[in-house]
Structures are given as C-alpha cells and as structure tokens.
C-alpha cells in the first residue's frame, strides 16, 4: 500500500508508478492524462521516456485499462506523434486544445495551434469542445516538466465535464 505524499479535505497526491498507485483507488467522475509522449525527452531526474513501440503500447495498455475502470470520462493528451495508438483505441470523441500563438518550433507539428484531447466514456460535456488555454513557455523549464500542459486546460475540461471528482 502506497501512503499518500500529500492530503487534505480537497485532495490526495501520490508520487509513485501508477500501475502501483491506480489499483489501490477508488472510482472518479474524470480522468485527465497526459502521458509521456515516447519521444525521448529528458525529465530531468534521469528517466528519459524513449522506449521500444511494443513496450510502450503494452504499458499504456496496461495503466490506461485500469484508468478507464475507475472513471465516468476520461481525457488522455497525447501530442501529434502518438495520435495513432489512440485513435485505435477507439475513443468516444476528440476535442481540441486550442493554444494560440504556439512558440514552439522543435519539429513538423510544434507550430499547430491545436492538439487533439481524446475522450473516452459515457456522459457528455458541456459547451464546447474546444479548450483554449494559452502555452506559458516561461514555465517550461521551471516546473520540472518538457511540455507541461497548462493549468486553465485542466480546470476547462474539469469545468466542462461537470466533475466533482478528479483522477490526474
């Protein structure tokens, strides 16, 4: 049993896999996903996300099974690369993240304004299926993180799901 980092009346965080973290929770009205995108980035702590296609496909397989039994709806982020091995996974609809003035310039897709959000399960959501939320490139390297999402398109599709409880 994994014990909670951090807890209060809003929320638990657990900082652990989450194949070990997901079996011990209970159910959610909302998944949101961002998973490591395969290609390579260097998180800063040693782990460099690269992985034979085969393993990564079964390790998504594996956390995101798990995820789908704990959740009403699920949103899963996964950039342009990896659109593929979602797609087959037949969602029950796309929706937009729409993120003016992109700065990015690292590859082929790094200039498009708008990734896909992937959304699995029943239930609808509200409004549009579009989620404007501006990048912040002056975050990335102080969160730790390569390509954080931002916190407004988390709190939009939190908003437009109706979610009381929320499973990242």
């Not at 998944?31 to 290609?39: S, V």
């Not at 939320?133 to 398109?153: M, R, S």
């Amino acid at each position: 049993m994994i014990e909670p980092y951090y807890t209060d009346d809003y929320a638990t965080v657990y900082v652990g896999d989450c194949l070990d973290v997901l079996p011990q929770l209970g159910t959610f009205d909302v998944a949101f996903a961002d998973p490591p995108y395969n290609f390579g980035f260097d998180y800063g702590d040693g782990f460099n996300d690269k992985r034979p296609d085969d393993e990564y496909a079964s390790w998504c397989a594996e956390w995101f099974a798990m995820l789908r039994e704990r959740t009403r709806l699920t949103f899963i982020t996964p950039g342009h690369g990896n659109q593929r091995q979602w797609i087959n996974r037949k969602p029950a609809g796309v929706a937009a993240w729409y993120k003016p003035g992109n700065p990015s310039g690292a590859g082929i897709f790094q200039f498009c304004e708008w990734e896909p959000v992937y959304v699995w399960g029943k239930g609808r959501i509200g409004g549009s299926d579009v989620f404007k939320a501006t990048l912040n490139p002056q975050f990335k390297g102080d969160v730790g993180h390569p390509c954080p999402k931002p916190e407004l398109l988390v709190r939009r599709i939190i908003a437009a799901s109706k979610a009381t409880s929320i499973l990242d």
